[in-house]
């Protein structure tokens, strides 16, 4: 049988085309469908995005005005949190800081609430009072044993009373918790310690963290059903190696909301000589003498985010730079002292040993940006002013640390010109694996007749630092350690500690403008002999008991700081050192005058930390803590084992009223990006209008694709 051809008989030729017609209308009318479909959802996803960012941008609206809704960088929104501001006072005396620091904690919202703010303060300071401000009424805070005044703040707590409780979480990380704050209502925190200046190339600084930068947080997280609380803890958990990790990592603001955190600030400077120059050195500040020479400074503009340190410095007239200080202090029939003494400065020295200098530098995801530039440019600076007698090598390390050279080398052009290229392939990312990276800078045996010195360039911002430390003080052997630190908050207690149980001394980089004259006093201080085997010995009435009780090496231009205690200060110290092969010799008269200054708070705080710092297997766990419990209390300051709590005992808050609040979130550091430290960054909004255009586009898709298919099968019965 044959079969018909639809081609060649005009009866087919016409079904075709009425086919054909049909096929072309029904197209016409889905191709209008979806242009439609896709018009609406394209003007309902702007809409959506315009309400959207107008909400989000919106100042004064209502939802805004009822309660801080805030998101933290993993694009979680944070708990409803009080309102924060802060102002510092600081009063300074010669070289004696009393600093009163003012939270002021507000509740916007039409809950009761519960604010737990985290703050940086110097790991030398020594808290000793606590108030809490409702009006006009103030109730003072007292000093109880940590776990105690933990149970006292909660009791009240949950009873409904307004309540403070201010704990140290580290030597420089603080943690000040207010309850029961009423809707709309305003109650302050006040706090205030005791700060003594540093005096370090030929100048005195006086430096205060104002917020906490994100930790890099090592080892294997532990369960988090362990966190008893969730609001009152951080962004991250803890882990095996970090067991507090979840206690020092406050919510960080995401950038892209605007800071957070306003701080106003003061300074009344009476430093009891003549003044060559006072510099503010990363806020700008109006200056004003009164007739006494006295200088008083007020930031420029008023306020400033609380997202970088504070520094200050001065420097005296030529001529009346001191060459000893003495504070004295009279507390509780006990006397007190606070000794600075500057050995003279070497005439002529020469090395008698050729140098091995190891750099280690940070670039990690927290050193992007300025931080970065920064430390390239003191490194660069470092490595062209070496000698061609000196040996050295670099260690870069982030997630994974390495080495240049497998072993120290000359300083030739050569070896210089692979150093620069290596500088030059830094880039910031990733973690921040410190202690891989020390371990290889102090693996390398020391040689006789060569000094070995290593140069640490970080921002310092990892939580592990105790496991830091151990391997400094077990594996330094004949090595020193210097430390500089990167960046506008960096991790000072790492900073400090690292360079004391170094045996060096430690540099702050806070800008790129202070790369030159910051890394030059270092070069004087690597290129001149230490003052070593440092002893002091009292000539007076009965024993003394002097802090640090293991004296540090000396560098160029440093001061030998010490605190003394004795019931009755009244003779001559006499001290002794060597500088390469000479002695140094002074005797100075330590005499009481009988005021009380607070001197016994930094002594306290001072042994604290020396005890603080024994291993296990010099002073058991349990002995030192029971030693730091009773100094604490002793001189009622803050410490590891004990806290300041304060109760008003009317009770506020209606039982029948919920409580909400936790953990406030801080700054990121000024200069810091957020992607390079946690990421790349959620969306904060809503992703329903970007999933209604990926489903238009993909409806528009099928039609497209069945309209087609549609034709292939139309064709198909056309031609059989």
């Known amino acids: 049988m044959l079969k018909k051809s639809a081609v060649n008989t005009p009866a087919g030729e016409a079904g075709a085309d009425c086919f054909s017609n049909r096929l072309f209308i029904r197209d016409l009318v889905l191709t209008l469908l979806a242009a439609v479909f896709t018009g609406l959802s394209g003007g309902l996803l702007l809409i959506l995005l315009v309400f959207g960012w107008s909400e989000a941008a919106a100042d004064g609206q209502p939802k805004a005005a009822a309660e801080l809704q805030l998101r933290s960088l993993n694009g979680q929104l944070l708990q409803q949190a009080p309102l924060l501001k802060s102002d510092v006072q600081i009063d300074v005396n010669g070289m004696l800081a009393r600093v009163r620091v003012e939270h002021l904690f507000k509740n916007p919202s039409q809950s009761w609430m519960e604010g737990v703010y985290q703050f940086p303060l110097p790991e030398t300071s020594a808290v000793e009072r606590l108030q809490m401000q409702i009006g006009e009424r103030v109730i003072e805070g007292r000093i109880e044993e940590k776990g105690e005044a933990k149970k006292i703040y909660r009791k009240a707590r949950d009873n409904g009373q307004r309540a403070s409780l201010l704990k140290q979480q580290r030597a420089n990380i603080f943690s000040a918790s207010l309850s029961n704050i009423a809707p709309g209502e305003e109650i302050r925190i006040v706090i205030e310690f005791q700060q003594q200046a540093r005096y370090t190339e030929r100048r005195f600084e006086l430096r205060l963290p104002l917020v906490i930068a994100p930790r890099y947080i090592p080892g294997k997280a532990l369960s988090s059903d362990t966190l008893a609380d969730h609001t009152h803890t951080g962004w ?59 200088v008083h400074l007020r930031l420029g503009d008023g306020e400033v985010p609380a997202d970088r340190d504070f520094l200050l410095s001065w420097r005296l007239q030529p001529g009346f730079a001191p060459r000893s200080v003495l504070f004295t202090d009279r507390w509780k029939d006990e006397e007190y002292a606070l000794l600075m003494i500057l050995p003279p400065a070497p005439e002529h020295y020469e090395m008698g040993l050729n140098r091995d200098v190891i750099f280690v ?339 528009l898709f099928w039609i497209v694709l069945g309209r087609f298919k549609t034709r292939g099968r139309s064709g198909s019965l056309l031609t059989e």
Not at 373 to 399: C, H, M, V, W, Y
Not at 404 to 414: D, K
């Open 361 to 699: 530098v940070d670039h990690s995801g927290s050193m992007h940006g300025p931080s970065m530039e920064q430390a390239k440019a003191a490194l660069r600076l470092s490595i062209a002013g070496l000698q061609p007698t000196d040996r050295f090598n670099l260690i870069g390390f982030n997630n994974r640390s390495r080495m240049l050279f497998s072993s120290p080398r000359p300083a030739s052009e050569i070896t210089l010109g692979r150093a620069f290229r290596f500088i030059d392939s830094m880039h910031a990312e990733g973690g921040t694996e410190m202690y891989p990276a020390l371990e290889k800078a102090l693996n390398n045996r020391n040689e006789e007749n060569r000094l070995r010195q290593i140069v640490f360039l970080t921002d310092g911002s990892v939580g592990n630092e105790q496991a830091l430390f151990d391997l400094i003080r077990q594996r330094l052997g004949a090595s020193r350690l210097f430390t500089v630190g990167i960046g506008s908050a960096p991790n000072t207690l790492f900073m400090q500690r690292a360079a004391q149980y170094g045996r060096g001394s430690f540099t702050y980089i806070g800008d790129l403008n202070e790369v030159a004259s910051r890394m030059q006093g270092l070069f004087e201080k690597l290129g001149s002999p230490a003052m070593s085997h440092i002893s002091v010995m009292w000539q007076g009435p009965g024993d003394i008991d002097v802090e640090p009780q293991r004296l540090p090496d000396l560098y160029l231009s440093e001061p030998l700081m010490i605190s003394l205690k004795g019931e009755r200060l009244d003779g001559r110290l006499a001290l002794e050192g060597r500088r390469g092969t000479k002695t140094w010799k002074q005797s100075v008269e330590i005499q009481a005058n009988g005021r009380a200054t607070g001197i016994h708070t930094l002594w306290a705080r001072q042994r604290i930390a020396g005890l603080m710092a024994l291993p296990d297997n010099e002073l058991a766990e349990e002995m030192k803590r029971q030693r730091v419990v009773d100094l604490a209390l002793k001189h009622q300051i803050v410490s590891p084992y004990t806290s300041l709590v304060a109760v008003e005992k009317p009770v506020a808050r209606p039982h029948n009223e919920g409580l909400v609040g936790g953990m406030m979130p801080v700054n990121l550091p000024a200069g810091w990006h957020a992607e390079s430290v946690f990421g790349r960054l959620p969306q904060t909004a809503s992703p329903a209008p970007l999933l209604l255009c990926a489903g238009s586009v993909l409806l």
């Open 236 to 294: 991250a958990l803890d882990t095996d190696q970090v067991e507090d990790a979840s206690q020092i990592t406050p919510p960080v603001m995401d950038p892209r909301n605007g800071s957070i955190n306003p701080v106003s600030l003061g300074v009344r400077l009476d430093a009891g000589l003549p003044l060559q120059a006072v510099t503010s050195h990363y806020h700008p500040m109006l200056q004003r003498v009164d007739g006494e020479g006295v």
